[in-house]
């Protein structure tokens, strides 16, 4: 063998095992998205602020210097999740949960980018531009707090991540702006589709969890949308629907209670932990 291709090829093994050792396999990485409910939007109450075990971290993505944040780096769980000031979100005892049913030497994370009020056409990398232009200026502030690109962000953060651990799993929650959208199964593959492609991962290892809008038992006002998130895995093989049955809400039917939040996220976690073998046996 030549000696310079020799050297070349002995650098590129030694640059791959450095690689694969920096990242930590039980490092359990989750991607989360969607509108106001997985954005949060309920008060955080002084019980969420308070017991967070430092293996549940979160990666921010913008920069929060009032909380001491950098885009990019990661921070115990203490909520806020998503942006600077949001609310409660279910991936707040999502990790709470799992970390207290999994082995002590597992950690998870979560990556938050999220946008109230937002259609699923605004994760959709080929169409986000025109969407954009038909948001109120509200809308349009928060989102320029992703670069204009909230999909772009995801992706960002996400390949930091995949740096120090392994992704696991795509909280979605989204669907009050898209009710009654019967395509909205379609456009949500796009999405879950591009990440796939995006982060070189394979959908039968990474599935997909959609919570459902707040329930019609709750009065929820776009609770007829729950009946197309439930067909999400005739177009998804490896998604699974997360019910919102007695998850308590706000008085304005739309979202979820800090009550209801919590109950949500521990259901996406007992199915997640489902999907990785574990049986719950713990709660936060």
């Known amino acids: ?60 993505a913008v920069d929060c210097p009032d909380l001491n944040r950098k885009m990019g780096q990661w921070y115990t769980a203490i909520p806020p999740l998503c942006r600077c000031k949001t609310g409660l979100t279910p991936a707040d005892y999502f990790g709470r949960e799992l970390v207290a049913n999994l082995p002590e030497k597992v950690r998870v994370g979560v990556i938050n980018v999220s946008i109230g009020g937002c259609k699923i056409e605004l994760f959709d990398n080929d169409h986000y531009e025109s969407y954009v232009t038909t948001v109120p200026g509200w809308m349009k502030n928060f989102i320029s707090q992703y670069n204009g690109n909230p999909y772009a962000r995801l992706v960002e953060m996400a390949k930091l991540a995949q740096k120090d651990g392994v992704i696991k799993g795509i909280l979605l929650h989204q669907g009050e702006s898209n009710t009654n959208d019967t395509l909205w199964t379609q456009k949500v593959k796009v999405v879950y589709d591009n990440l796939m492609h995006d982060l070189n991962l394979k959908p039968r290892k990474v599935p997909l969890l959609a919570g459902e809008t707040v329930n019609a038992d709750q009065g929820g006002i776009c609770a007829s949308m729950n009946k197309i998130i439930a067909t999400l895995p005739q177009t998804i093989k490896n998604a699974h629907v997360i019910s919102s049955a007695g998850c308590t809400d706000s008085a ?20 997640m932990l489902s999907l990785l073998g574990h049986k719950p046996m713990a709660t936060n």
Request: proline share 2%.
């Open 1 to 60: 063998m030549n000696i310079h291709i020799k050297v070349f090829s002995i650098a590129y093994l030694l640059l791959l095992s450095l690689s694969a050792f920096s990242q930590d396999k039980n490092f359990h990485i989750y991607l989360c998205f969607g509108q106001s409910n997985m954005e949060g939007n309920a008060k955080i109450e002084p019980q969420d602020t308070v017991n967070i075990n430092p293996r549940f971290q979160v990666m921010e």
């Open 252 to 271: 304005d039917n739309l979202h979820f209670n800090a009550a209801g939040y919590r109950e949500l996220g521990k259901r996406y976690a007992t199915q």
